[in-house]
């Protein structure tokens, strides 16, 4: 896992460096579970409990993220599921992408050490191939 | 001050056309020097950002609590043409209608004073926080009363007092709502969620009136020096959210086919009049309604503690007022001699009508409308009135609270949640959160001092001071 927080006012900024896209689509998960539910979501005895698949597609590779991002969001507030695990699996050039995410139920007791997201924006978005692989910044709206 | 910004006057700035390539008006912003310390170029490149949006009418404006936000800066105000112009949920952002509300009650300080057990019954009868469920088993019915009906929907379920509406902007709803655009993903977030607080900066307090600068005012608003009174802030929930996320994805689609270019993609936006501009617009009243719905739902919960343990008669707690921060309205403004409805958003800015304006309550039409501004915890809030100056410069908007000055990153490492508490606790101040981060984000030293932000608007004549309230009491999420 790779990402940090970097300054910003009012919200979330997070960069995430991996060696693909799919991992960095499978750090900004982890990046997001942890900013909504704290930095030690894990219950080893529950962890990967429950699974959802999500299909999502975009314009770019900076709307597909934006789109899963905001999926994931979704589907954990819904459910009440903390993800603590993704695989993700990008098509770049046709912009879609198929994610098994696996979780524990919601427990108030161990998870409400973060804040809530309102959403993945597109300002400040960004995402970059170098000789290191992938490196990209989004920010959260909290 | 930046490189090219030019001051106007001691408390306007300009921000000329050229800053950023393709701005049709300038920029203007109210600050002072102190506060101009801590202006990030971030923001001043955002507002400019707003400038080159199609129709945008005289300038791309920002209150003196302007912070870098995403698409519009947060305290950033922009109004357009009704045909030439753009609707964004840039401009509005993922929390539409977040808002302030204030209900007095007839206690004074003394009744409060150390009384923790207020609080906590308080933090039991609001659900706060990441997960929080509502305790109301809604339904889709329900879901789409509050959606249709706002704050009106509330009351009539007996949530409330009928005197509370004409006490909110809009009397608590938006005609225009349109429910056919808001998507399955958002009703289903936003039904568990109805009477939730929410988190980050959230809160309810308890205050207490501290001064009064303008004694007329505050007796035709209701409030009195030592008066206990409880301040709501919160907006539309995981709907709302999910209603931005919707839209912002439709209109990207509508900005490329209205050949429309932007600097940021979270400008996404349509004209007003076309279909994608008008479907956002009404699930966006949609969600505005919802919010007002929901503080209202938290103002019953609020009345009922306050009636269980102090005994207050639940008629004895009226709401001063209710505002929005987070909208776009359709609202008639004078632009070139002309008045006309135009599409004024407000992002991270309350509107601020003055004397003689008919959208607000009948019986505070001489006076302006109330102007609520929280602070951060443990700073005070203040009561305003609104102006002609607002509707002359403005467009009848000015700041909304204090400002962020410092990230919560940064606010995590330096600021220990548990000292800020002691803190406040030892000056008579008790907070309940739901973990030592949710106090640390939101310390009184990560904002600017709201003092100095209401200076600013009450001093270029935006609004006018009439209270301030000091908090006694916090619940946040």
């Known amino acids: 896992m790779s990402f940090e927080e970097l300054p910003h006012t009012a919200d979330v900024r997070i960069r995430a460096r991996a060696a693909t896209l799919d991992g960095i689509f499978a750090d900004l998960t982890n990046a997001l579970m942890q900013v909504m539910y704290g930095k030690e979501p894990h219950s080893p005895g529950l962890k990967g409990a429950l699974t959802r698949e999500i299909d999502a597609s975009g314009d770019d590779t900076g709307s597909l993220l934006r789109n899963f991002l905001s999926d994931v969001l979704f589907v954990s507030e819904v459910d009440r599921i903390v993800f603590t695990g993704a695989t993700v699996q990008v098509l770049e050039k046709e912009h879609t992408l198929h994610a098994v995410l696996s979780g524990e139920p919601f427990d108030p007791a161990r998870h409400a050490g973060g804040t809530e997201v309102k959403g993945i924006s597109f300002s400040g978005l960004r995402i970059e191939q170098d000789t290191n692989g992938y490196i990209a910044e989004i920010v959260f709206d909290v | ?477």
């Open chain 2, 1 to 477: 001050m930046l490189a090219g910004i030019q001051k106007k006057s001691d408390l306007e700035w300009e921000v000329p056309v050229g800053f950023v390539p393709g701005m049709r008006v300038p920029g203007r912003f109210y600050l002072s020097d102190s506060l101009a310390a801590t202006l990030e170029e971030g923001a001043i490149r955002q507002l400019a950002n707003v400038a080159t949006l199609p129709g945008i009418l005289r300038n791309s404006l920002a209150m003196p609590d302007i912070h870098w936000g995403y698409g519009f800066p947060i305290g950033g105000v922009a109004a357009f043409d009704m045909t030439e112009g753009v609707i964004s949920p840039g401009g509005v952002g993922f929390d539409i209608n977040c808002g302030v509300r204030l209900l007095a009650t007839p206690l004074g300080y003394k009744d409060v004073a150390g009384r923790r057990d207020l609080v906590d019954a308080l933090y039991q009868a609001v659900p706060t926080g990441v997960g929080a469920k509502s305790s109301l088993r809604m339904d889709a019915r329900a879901l789409d009363g509050m959606m249709t009906k706002g704050a009106r929907y509330a009351v009539e379920s007996g949530f409330g007092l009928p005197g509370d509406l004409t006490r909110c902007e809009e009397n608590g709803f938006m005609k225009a709502a349109d429910t056919k655009p808001v998507s399955a993903k958002a009703r289903q977030r936003g039904v568990p969620q109805g009477g939730t607080l929410g988190s980050g900066n959230h809160f309810l307090e308890v205050q207490v009136v501290r001064e009064i600068y303008d004694p007329a005012a505050a007796q035709a608003f209701g409030i009195a020096e030592g008066q206990v009174c409880c301040m709501i802030h919160c907006g539309s929930r995981g709907l709302g959210h999910q209603v931005c996320t919707d839209h912002i994805a439709i209109l990207e689609g509508a900005t490329k086919r209205y050949n429309i270019k932007l600097p940021d993609r979270q400008l996404a936006c349509a004209p007003v009049s076309s279909p994608e501009g008008k479907a956002y617009f009404g699930a966006m009243a949609a969600s505005a309604n919802y919010a007002w719905a929901n503080r209202q739902l938290i103002t019953h919960a609020a009345r009922e503690v306050f009636r269980k343990i102090f005994s207050v008669p639940y008629e004895e707690m009226p709401l001063i007022y209710d505002v929005a921060h987070n909208v776009a309205k359709i609202e008639e403004h004078e632009d070139g001699g002309r008045k006309g409805p135009v599409c004024v958003h407000r992002k991270g800015a309350t509107r601020a009508f003055g004397p003689g304006c008919r959208d607000i309550p009948p019986e505070l039409a001489g006076i302006g409308q109330p102007v609520i501004i929280p602070g951060s915890m443990g700073t005070p809030s203040f009561v305003l009135k609104g102006t002609q100056g607002a509707m002359e410069k403005t467009f009848g908007s000015t700041c909304h609270g204090s400002g962020r000055v410092m990230s919560r990153s940064q606010a995590k490492k330096k600021i220990s949640g548990k000292e800020v508490a002691a803190g406040l606790a030892r000056q008579g101040i008790y907070v309940r959160a739901p973990n030592e981060a949710a106090i640390s984000d939101e310390a009184p030293d990560v904002y600017k001092p709201s003092t100095e932000v209401v200076r600013v608007v009450h001093e270029a004549g935006l609004s006018r001071l009439v209270a301030r309230l000091e908090p006694v009491g916090v619940i946040k999420g």
